[in-house]
């Protein structure tokens, strides 16, 4: 072994060495733990890490690999999980992230643990911990728009509606541009006809991603649709609801099923559409899926459940709404980070208009205290590592 490891339980867990393996196992609510010390400084480490699980239910969860960082007196910084990637359906997982060391930092400690592993076992390879340098900078310009709708009849004149505020858009040089559902109202057309076409054109003029909603005509079917359009005016993606109000069973609109995520040139993006976000399943299937970004299009008023799906998921939420009547409320724009806060809101205004915000998909967002003790802990990956699926219905 390359590092000296010591095993820990609580309540019964069981821990062994064989050549360079390490092997959990214990009884069924047992908690164990491999731990090892390691002198550190410098700026940023990698950590990288692979298991096999064996008769394990939700081993994402079941299985932890921890970084966690001390000062010289020993007190801990910070301690933050590495969400694992699944490589089979036979129970291999990989674990591989880049870390920020902290100030102060004059050790850290790697942390390998099996919980509740019902008549189960894990067996580690020995992770390899190297210095490295930063990782490459992910930072995305990401507008949403805010459209009045419902005063303005006819394609025509709504493209131009468009038209005129992609102008305004494009010397913000954004990276991503997002708008509201039902952009033209009920117009129906297919995935190759004039709006996503519209949003191809605009996409090419702000060498921009375009997200647009439209009500998709496939001849036999109608959805409701969101579209993914990349820089050079391509079709990337589309993601139909899943979740229709009565209101739009009853128009004749059919369901979409699945929910797919998008790579980018600076995140992984997935869409849902307004009634979408009252249901958890969705943005958290998204996220399961890789998700970083969520886009909602929406024309309803949902705040309370954004606020909630973000920090959840710790993942970035983009939502594009609409003034949809004349004498309605109207709900704004706006952008939550990871941990839930509002960091952009196009305001209550009654006018076409936008507002954006610069994302760093690099940056990590702690919590004093949040599960890990007394210290910083990461929500964002906290919740992915430590919800427990196996006992929701």
């Known amino acids: 072994m390359k590092y000296n490891w010591s095993f820990s339980s609580p309540n019964g867990g069981k821990g062994r060495e064989e050549a360079d393996k390490l092997i959990l196992s214990g009884k069924p609510l047992s908690y164990g733990i491999y731990s090892t010390d390691i002198p550190l400084t410098g700026s940023w480490v990698h950590l990288d890490a692979c298991c096999e699980t064996e008769n394990i239910i939700s081993p994402e969860t079941a299985v932890t690999v921890m970084l966690s960082f001390f000062r010289d007196d020993k007190t801990p910084i910070r301690r933050q999980y590495i969400t694992p990637k699944q490589a089979d359906n036979c129970g291999k997982l990989i674990y591989s992230r880049v870390f920020e060391i902290p100030e102060?930092?004059?050790?850290?400690?790697i942390e390998l643990a099996l919980r509740w592993p019902r008549s189960g076992s894990v067996t580690f390879n020995e992770p390899?911990?190297?210095l490295c340098s930063p990782p490459d900078e992910r930072i995305a310009r990401v507008v949403v728009t805010h459209f009045k709708q419902g005063v303005t009849a006819g394609q025509k004149a709504i493209h131009e509606r468009i038209g005129a505020l992609v102008d305004k858009i494009s010397v913000n040089k954004p990276d991503l541009v997002c708008f509201c559902e039902m952009l033209q109202g009920l117009?129906?057309?297919p995935i190759d006809g004039p709006f996503v076409k519209l949003l191809s054109q605009s996409a090419i003029k702000c060498n921009s991603y375009m997200i647009g909603n439209f009500m998709e005509d496939t001849g036999d079917e109608m959805f409701n649709?969101?579209?993914?359009i990349d820089r050079t005016g391509k079709l990337i993606g589309k993601y139909r609801k899943t979740h229709l109000p009565l209101s739009e069973v009853e128009m004749g609109i059919s369901p979409g099923d699945t929910y797919p995520v998008f790579e980018t040139d600076f995140a992984k993006v997935g869409m849902l559409i307004c009634w979408d976000t009252s249901f958890p399943g969705v943005i958290g299937s998204l996220c399961k899926n890789g998700a970083e970004l969520v886009v909602n299009s929406t024309v309803g008023d949902f705040w309370q459940h954004e606020t909630a799906r973000a920090r959840d998921n710790g993942v970035w939420l983009a939502t594009a709404g609409a003034h949809r009547l004349e004498n309605s409320h109207i709900p704004p724009s706006r952008i939550y980070d990871p941990t839930g806060t509002l960091v952009a809101s196009t305001?209550?205004?009654?006018?076409?208009t936008f507002t954006y915000i610069d994302i760093d998909f690099n940056k990590c967002f702690y919590q004093f205290w949040a599960s890990v003790g007394p210290c910083d802990g990461e929500p964002p990956s906290l919740f992915k590592v430590e919800h427990r699926p196996e006992t929701y219905d």
């Open 225 to 228: 649709t969101s579209v993914l």
């Open 104 to 109: 102060e930092t004059a050790s850290c400690k």
């Open 128 to 130: 390899e911990l190297t």
């Open 187 to 189: 117009e129906k057309e």
């Open 347 to 352: 305001g209550d205004g009654t006018t076409d």
